[in-house]
C-alpha cells in the first residue's frame, strides 16, 4: 500500500462494495490515510482479499515499515455482509458500526439498453441495487454519522447524472436519482455537521470493463479497449486510484467547506466535448 498523510488517522468509515474496482480503491485509500474501514459485501469472500491487504500493511507497519500513513495512523479493515438492495440486510450491518464518521455509497450495477430494450425486469435490478442500495445506505448510515457528531458522505453517481449517454436509459436514471439524492441529504443535514457529495466519473478501467469487452468483442479486445479509451479527450480511461483519491480528500477536514457538489472527474468528457 502506498503511503499517505493520514487525513484520516482514527475515523471509521465503511465502503459499500469495497471488494473490487473502485470500491476496493476507495478501500484501500481510506485505510492507508488512516480510517478503520468497514468492507461491505454481498458475499464475505469478495470483499477478505481487499480487507487482507489493508492489515497486512498495518501489521507490517507495526513492525517498523516506513508506511505511516497507513497501519501508524491506525488503518484497519473488516467485511460486512449485507445485500444493499435489502433493508432488513443493510440495517443489520450498519448495526454492526459502533461509530461511523465516513460513509462511502460505492456499491452499483451497469445495464446497456435503450427505453426499448430495456426490460421492466431490467429497470428492477438496476432500480434495486442502484437507487435503493444508496437510499439503504443513506438511511441507515445518517444515523450512525449523527451519533458519532457528524461526518462525511460521498456517493458514487457518474457522468450518466450529468449528460445523455447512448443505451444508457436504467443506469443513467439511476445515477441521476444518486445525484439528487446528495443534495437532497446534503440541504437537510448541514447545519448537523454532515457533509454530503457526489463524484460523477467517465469510464473507468476496472475488471468490469475487462469482461465486458471480453463477452462483447471476442478476438478485438485490444482494438475496443482502444477505442473506448479514445473517446475520452484524454485520451484514456481513469484508474481506481484517481477516483479514489477524490473520494478521500471530500471525505477529510481538508474538504470541510465542501457539500452539495459533484465533482465530475471525466477526463474532459463535459468541459471538452
Do not use: W
Amino acid at each position: 500500500m502506498t503511503s499517505f498523510p493520514p487525513r484520516l488517522a482514527g475515523k471509521h468509515a465503511l465502503v459499500t462494495g469495497g471488494g473490487s474496482g473502485i470500491g476496493r480503491a476507495i478501500a484501500l485509500r481510506l485505510a492507508a490515510e488512516g480510517a478503520h474501514v468497514a468492507i461491505l459485501e454481498l458475499k464475505a469472500e469478495a470483499g477478505e482479499g481487499t480487507a487482507a491487504e489493508i492489515n497486512a500493511a498495518r501489521s507490517t507497519d507495526s513492525a517498523g515499515s516506513p508506511q505511516a500513513g497507513s497501519g501508524q495512523a491506525g488503518g484497519s479493515a473488516r467485511v460486512l455482509v449485507a445485500d444493499v438492495s435489502n433493508p432488513a440486510s443493510m440495517q443489520a450491518a450498519f448495526a454492526q458500526c459502533q461509530q461511523l464518521h465516513v460513509l462511502v455509497n460505492n456499491a452499483g450495477i451497469s445495464h446497456v439498453g435503450n427505453v426499448l430494450t430495456t426490460s421492466p425486469e431490467d429497470m428492477d435490478r438496476i432500480y434495486a441495487v442502484n437507487v435503493k442500495g444508496v437510499y439503504h445506505g443513506l438511511h441507515f448510515g445518517v444515523p450512525r454519522l449523527l451519533a458519532s457528531g457528524g461526518g462525511a458522505i460521498v456517493n458514487l453517481a457518474s457522468l450518466a447524472s450529468r449528460v445523455g449517454l447512448a443505451d444508457r436509459f436504467a443506469y443513467g436514471m439511476s445515477k441521476g436519482a444518486v445525484f439528487t439524492m446528495t443534495l437532497s441529504v446534503a440541504r437537510d443535514f448541514v447545519d448537523q455537521k454532515i457533509r454530503c457529495n457526489c463524484v460523477c466519473p467517465a469510464r473507468v478501467h476496472t475488471p468490469f470493463v475487462d469482461g465486458f469487452i471480453a463477452k462483447n468483442y471476442p478476438g478485438k479486445e485490444k482494438e475496443m479497449f482502444a477505442k473506448l479509451s479514445a473517446a475520452q479527450p484524454i485520451g484514456r480511461m481513469g484508474e481506481p486510484h484517481e477516483i479514489a483519491a477524490l473520494v478521500a480528500f471530500l471525505c477529510s477536514d481538508e474538504a470541510g467547506f465542501i457539500t452539495g457538489s459533484a465533482y465530475d472527474i471525466d477526463g474532459g468528457v463535459i468541459a471538452l466535448r
